[in-house]
Each structure stands twice: as structure tokens, then as C-alpha cells.
């Protein structure tokens, strides 16, 4: 089965620093990469995708993430942070077969103002 | 812009009761999937349904949990008989292609 890794649980920044959110995956062949976002008490809102192409992905609400094969990685970074960027975020990859997701345990955002 | 629907948003139930969760995916998606989160922890794939069938399901989903669609419209989740371990956030989700998914807000479960 696949995993997916999001390293830091909690992250805090102050409001109008960097968002870095950290994603690995464990896969031999590249998955499709995917961040979630989930406001409180609401589902989950896809923020951006990675499937082919391009590796740097833009997505919403000036969140980017960069698909890095030699890393395994897909970080999530927003170069300031604003106080409604708080919430959970999970990363998430699915193989370009079959249509299962695997999700992380997600990193709680914090901007403190 | 098109939303997957979810009803309930709160449903609390007795253990060993069954209970239904209904979603209403986008109209024109033709991949359906059921997922769960239990509080503090990841989102679980339970099942994911195309062409009115189950094409993939976890060991979560087991004979308890079944899935249905009706009517062409709703898909719904049935567990035949509550536990308490089986107290979670239960998403809903749609595709059109089978990539990314657009999830409902959730039906929180708790069996008491």
C-alpha cells in the first residue's frame, strides 16, 4: 500500500511569513499528488493537483506545491501566510491506476497575528 | 460551482442500530466514493462505486457497510449495525474521471 507522510503535525507562523508543509510519498513510480484543505466543521476543498507536466503547481489562495521525483516530495508553500490560510491540510496521492486515495494524517495550520 | 451534498451533518445513534448516510454527488460525475475520518486521525478510502458497482473497497468495509444508488441521483451508505468504533467524519466524495475528487462537508457519526 501507499503512504503518505506529512511531517509536523502542528505548524505555527506568524501572519505574513512563509507556509511550508511538508509531504512525502512512498511509491516507485510517480503517483498522482494532491493538497486538501478542511476549515473547521466543512469537508475537504482541493487546494491543487499534480498528474503530469509542469512540476511546479499553482492552486488556490496563492498556495503552490512543487513535485520533486529525486525527493519523493510535494511540499505545500504560500510565501505569506494570512490569518483564513488556518486550517488542516492534508496531502494526499492516488497511482495513475486505480482510483483509491491515500491520504496523510494532515498538518494543522496556526497564523498567529 | 457544483457541491456534493451530505445529509445528515450530525447523526447520533444507538450501538447495534443501522443507519443510513446519504450524499448527492455532482449530476454529471460518474465516480462515487465513500470515505471516513476518525477524530485526530488520516481520512480512510472505505469504497468507491462505478457503473453500479463497487470497483474498490477497503478491509474497513466490511459486511456491516454496504453502498447504494437508488435512484441515480443519492448514494448512500449503510452500517447494519452501529459500533462505537465506528464513530467518525464520513465523506462523500465525486469524480468525473476517476482523479480529482470534490468531497461533501461531512456527516459526523457518533454511536453512543
Known amino acids: 500500500a501507499q503512504s503518505v507522510t506529512q511531517l509536523g503535525s502542528h505548524v505555527s507562523v506568524s501572519e505574513g511569513a512563509l507556509v511550508l508543509l511538508r509531504c512525502n510519498y512512498s511509491?516507485?513510480?510517480?503517483?498522482?499528488l494532491f493538497w486538501y484543505v478542511q476549515y473547521p466543521n466543512q469537508g475537504l476543498q482541493l487546494l491543487l493537483k499534480y498528474t503530469t507536466g509542469a512540476t511546479l503547481v499553482k492552486g488556490i489562495n496563492g498556495f503552490e506545491a512543487e513535485f520533486k521525483k529525486s525527493e519523493t516530495s510535494f511540499h505545500l508553500t504560500k510565501p505569506s501566510a494570512h490569518m483564513s490560510d488556518a486550517a488542516e491540510y492534508f496531502c494526499a496521492v492516488r497511482m495513475n491506476t486505480g482510483n483509491q486515495f491515500y491520504f496523510g494524517t494532515g498538518t494543522s495550520l496556526t497564523v498567529i497575528p | 460551482e457544483p457541491e456534493v451534498t451530505q445529509t445528515p451533518s450530525h447523526q447520533v445513534t444507538q450501538m447495534g442500530q443501522e443507519v443510513i448516510l446519504r450524499c448527492v454527488p455532482i449530476s454529471n460525475h460518474l465516480y462515487f466514493y465513500w470515505y471516513r475520518q476518525i477524530l485526530g486521525q488520516k481520512v480512510e478510502f472505505l469504497v468507491s462505486f462505478y457503473n453500479n458497482e463497487i470497483s474498490e473497497k477497503s478491509e474497513i468495509f466490511d459486511d456491516q457497510f454496504s453502498v447504494e444508488r437508488p435512484d441515480g441521483s443519492n448514494f448512500t451508505l449503510k452500517i447494519r449495525s452501529t459500533k462505537l468504533e465506528d464513530s467518525a467524519m464520513y465523506f462523500c466524495?465525486?469524480?468525473?474521471?476517476?482523479?480529482?475528487?470534490?468531497f461533501g462537508s461531512g456527516t459526523r457519526l457518533t454511536v453512543v
Open positions: 511509491s516507485s513510480v510517480p503517483p498522482y
Open positions: 466524495a465525486s469524480s468525473l474521471r476517476g482523479d480529482g475528487y470534490t
